[in-house]
């Protein structure tokens, strides 16, 4: 909203990405003229023509109007600072793209004495004056000191504009005055949210707020209650009130957060877009000092026509040719289903899966894996359908039973049991889980237990203890693996999972809380 057209870069030999498709179709239903500027011409495999042509294609699915597809394309090396109309011109600067931009991108709309309407599109914050209203100006003039009226979402309230910046390039610069069209930020106002409108106190009338897509992910954030909570010495926000504040500011910020309280006064359900999105936000409050435990992701659903729907993606793969059959074969058990493969024979293959959200929970480290760390994935929302069956983790967890250091002789003689999540030396509470079983069901093991000692000595006895190396959890992978009767315990300097009930004689079998999670979904 802050944009009057818009530049669609594209790599010479990648061609369109996932991120392509969604970045122009919101700039396509804005109504933007589009300039093509197909970059890195250079590179060995380009191939400028073709992926042109796929452009061309990409407008079409997305249904363009005719006028958006008449579109220029330029060629270009981004790193000299070289474009060119044709392939077939001499290049020597950017003047061109430059030419091309002042031609098709309309100066900005609005007009400049009109009453002020400024629609708020990003908050900031300055270290001097504080937070900082983005937007841009839809008509009218504003300057500052300047007396001002904010229109909510639900009530209209007069402040007062202490600072105004407009922008040069990347950096803010103080200004007096700034007319329609420009792209301004007001310090001053604090209780300010994304969406509110900034008018004059005569011409109070608020613009169409903006609006995101409907977050697909939800996620439980609580008070750390494990019996390790608030011992490192990074840990400063440990409270359900701090955990509450900050979560509240984040959904201030960014409008693909939403909040909501549970039954229990310290626990929260967080909705987002994906689960990266989630654990952006977790590591950043990790480092903030805050501790947490979170529980596994789960899609958000809906009642339609009075059938459960869960969200579906469009999953984009790009793969090697050798990879393609394992690729479809774990995506097929998850429910995908494959709607268009491309190889343009230059050893990598594009597929285009549509599957249930809910299949992606935990598919990400699987498909690194599979692909040996060479496959690439973007997943794009894609609508709804009925909820259905589908498997999770296969294997069951190996939990401590007891407090204490983990030992090298305890683990040596558990390896046979699965893989391990942390080094012999760490210490472990009750409940802790300290890996993953090669069975279906859980199994609780001694993992301190020491070697004991006596006074004969026997070569023969005396066993060299290898341990394998153990898998080191980050908190994607960690909430990816979690079951739903089990948590992520996030600390400043750990990553821990462990079960939702610690004590071993208290705890439900594993079946039995899967069972009860997949077939009631949350709605």
């Given at each position: ?9 594209v ?22 003229p589009?300039?093509v ?21 990409l407008?079409?699915?997305l249904e ?6 008449d ?19 001499e ?27 400024i ?13 900082l209203?983005?937007?841009?100006i839809?008509?009218?003039t504003?300057?500052k000191?300047q ?15 202490k600072?105004?910046?407009t922008?040069e ?8 005055s ?31 707020r ?10 439980k ?29 984040e959904?201030k ?28 936000l977790?590591?950043?409050?990790r480092?903030?000092?805050y ?29 090697p ?7 479809t074969?774990r ?12 190889n ?7 597929l ?6 809910r ?16 496959g690439?994935?973007?997943t ?17 967890a190996i ?13 040596f ?18 409940g ?12 609780d ?16 006895k ?22 739903a009767?089990?948590?992520?315990e ?34």
């Open positions: 909203m802050m944009a009057d057209g818009a530049l669609l870069l790599d010479a030999a990648e061609g369109p990405l996932p991120q392509t498709r969604f970045v122009l179709r919101k700039c396509l239903e804005r109504g933007f589009i300039i500027v197909i970059n890195k011409i250079d590179r060995s495999d380009a191939r400028p023509h073709e992926v042109l042509s796929e452009v061309f294609d407008f079409c699915d363009a109007s005719d006028a958006q597809t579109f220029p394309a330029l060629y270009a090396v981004g790193r000299d600072g070289l474009a060119k109309r044709e392939l077939s011109d290049a020597t600067s950017l003047v061109p793209l430059f030419d091309t931009i002042l031609e098709k991108i309309p100066p900005a709309p609005g007009d400049p004495d009109a009453p002020l309407q629609i708020i599109c990003n908050l900031a914050h300055d270290d001097y004056v504080g937070r209203a983005v937007g841009r839809v008509q009218g504003i300057k000191a007396n001002v009226v904010v229109v909510g979402e639900s009530s209209t309230r007069e402040e007062s504009v600072v105004l910046f922008f390039g990347l950096k803010r610069t103080p200004c007096e700034a007319a329609a069209g420009e792209n301004v930020a007001i310090a001053g106002i604090e209780d300010l949210d994304i969406g509110d409108t900034i008018a004059t106190p005569e011409f109070p009338v608020a613009l169409p903006i609006r995101v897509e409907e977050p697909t992910i939800k996620m954030i609580g008070v750390n209650t494990s019996p390790f909570a608030g011992q490192s010495k990074a840990s400063k926000y440990l409270t359900s009130r701090q955990l509450k504040e900050r979560l509240e500011l959904t910020k960014n409008l693909a957060i939403k909040l909501e309280p549970t039954d229990s006064p310290d626990t929260f359900t967080v909705y987002g877009r994906g689960e990266l999105g989630l654990a952006i977790v590591e950043t409050m480092r903030e000092g501790e947490m435990v979170l529980s596994n992701p789960e899609v958000v659903t809906r009642v339609i026509d009075g059938k459960v729907m869960e969200p579906v993606e469009l999953v984009v793969i790009d793969v040719d050798a990879f393609i059959g394992v690729v074969e995506l097929g058990r998850r429910r995908g289903r494959m709607v268009k493969m491309h343009p024979g230059f050893g990598r293959a594009r285009d899966f549509r599957m249930p959200s299949g992606l929970i935990g598919f990400r480290s699987e498909f690194l894996t599979s692909t040996r760390g060479t690439l994935l973007n794009l929302f894609d609508g709804w359908e009925e909820w259905g069956p589908m498997i999770r983790r296969a294997n069951g939990v401590a039973d007891r407090p204490g250091e983990a030992t090298p002789y305890a683990l003689h558990l390896q046979p049991r699965g893989v391990f999540f942390l080094n012999p030396g760490e210490k472990v509470y009750e802790m889980i300290v890996g993953e079983h090669n069975r279906p069901n859980d199994t093991v001694n993992a301190i237990k020491e070697k004991k000692l006596s006074n004969v000595r026997n070569h023969g005396d066993e060299n203890v290898a341990l394998a190396a153990p898998r080191i959890f980050t908190i994607e992978t960690a909430m990816e693996w979690i079951d009767d089990e948590l992520v996030v600390t400043p300097d750990a990553v821990r999972v462990r079960k939702r009930i610690l004590s071993c004689n208290l705890r439900p079998r594993r079946q039995d809380a899967i069972e009860d999670a997949q077939t009631q979904p949350a709605g």
